[in-house]
Nanobody, 117 residues
Framework: QVQLVESGGGLVQPGESLRLSCAAS????????MGWYRQAPEKQRELVAS???????NYGDSVKGRFTISRDNAAKTVYLQMNNLKPEDTAVYYC???????????WGQGAQVTVSS
C-alpha cells in the first residue's frame, strides 16, 4: 500500500520559514519524481516545486528564490524549505509522487500552511 505522509505545516507570520516533509512508503522512491502542489480556497491546485530522479528541480514562478525542494532517497523523504513566507502562500500543500516511466502518481493527504499576522 502506497502512503505519502506530509508533516511540518502550521501557522506562521509573514517573513517566517517552515519546512514540509513527505515520507513515502510502498514505492521504490528513487524512481519517482517527487513534487509539492498547493491549493488555496476556491483556486486550482498548482505546482509549487518538483524534483526528478536525477535531482533536477523545477519551481512555480511565485516561489522561485524563496522555496527549495530536496530529497533523501535513503529516507524516502522529500522536503520543501519555505522561506520568506507571504500571506498568498496560504494553502493546503500536497505531496505528489509520479513514476518516472509509467507516470502513475500518488498523492498525500495534505498539510495546511497558513501565513498571517
Amino acid at each position: 500500500q502506497v502512503q505519502l505522509v506530509e508533516s511540518g505545516g502550521g501557522l506562521v507570520q509573514p517573513g517566517e520559514s517552515l519546512r514540509l516533509s513527505c515520507a513515502a512508503s510502498g514505492i521504490i522512491f528513487s524512481i519517482y519524481t517527487m513534487g509539492w502542489y498547493r491549493q488555496a480556497p476556491e483556486k486550482q491546485r498548482e505546482l509549487v516545486a518538483s524534483i526528478s530522479v536525477a535531482d533536477t528541480t523545477n519551481y512555480g514562478d511565485s516561489v522561485k528564490g524563496r522555496f527549495t525542494i530536496s530529497r533523501d532517497n535513503a529516507a524516502k523523504t522529500v522536503y520543501l524549505q519555505m522561506n520568506n513566507l507571504k500571506p498568498e502562500d496560504t494553502a493546503v500543500y500536497y505531496c505528489n509522487a509520479r513514476h518516472s516511466v509509467s507516470v502513475r502518481q500518488y498523492w498525500g493527504q495534505g498539510a495546511q500552511v497558513t501565513v498571517s499576522s
